[in-house]
């Protein structure tokens, strides 16, 4: 999350804890979900780290403190929007992706979105193959455990299109960065 705010703050510049809130909730939300308190973490990290500074000023007799991004939090956030994806692809693809036009060139920005299909294309076959391997698996069930065991795999299949899905739109993403 914490790389994720560092975008925020080069996109929309300085902030307080409670409009990064606000900016979560307008935008990223459709794909990430954060609390407030783990935003609050977040950002605690980040200060820690020395990619964000902090700088308290009074507004309406109300004391705020603001967030702003320092130049080890930049090098910290083009290092992460560049970096190899892990966990999961597809939040971790779509909080980059989010943030791409941060990346001023456009062979960088189709390089890391090839990277990204890359590694969506890598989980593809890594659940193609776990279902190779489930459908080997289901003759050897009892007839009452078969249907169960469809539902089950169901779920599977559902995430083999997806990932078939995203790796066709982000190796178009890519090309038509080229």
Do not use: C
């Amino acid at each position: 999350m914490g790389q994720f705010i560092l975008g925020m703050l080069l996109t929309f510049g300085p902030q307080t804890l409670y409009s990064l809130n606000k900016q979560f909730q307008a935008g990223a939300s459709q794909f990430y979900s954060a609390s407030f308190g783990g935003l609050q973490s977040a950002l605690r990290g980040l200060v820690a780290a020395g990619h964000v500074g902090v700088t308290e000023v009074t507004e309406n007799g109300r004391l705020k403190k603001v967030h702003t991004i320092t130049e080890d939090g930049v090098v910290a956030f083009h290092a992460w929007v560049r970096g190899q994806i892990e966990g999961d692809v597809e939040l971790a693809a779509l909080s980059r992706i989010f943030h791409l036009g941060l990346v001023e060139d456009a062979a960088d920005r189709a390089s890391i979105l090839t990277g990204m299909a890359d590694a969506a294309q890598h989980r593809l076959e890594e659940l193609e193959g776990l279902a190779a391997h489930l459908e080997a698996a289901r003759d050897g069930l009892p007839a009452e455990a078969k249907r169960v065991f469809h539902y089950q795999v169901a779920t599977l299949d559902y995430g083999i299109m997806a990932h078939r899905a995203g790796v066709a739109w982000l190796r178009a993403r890519a090309a038509a960065e080229g």
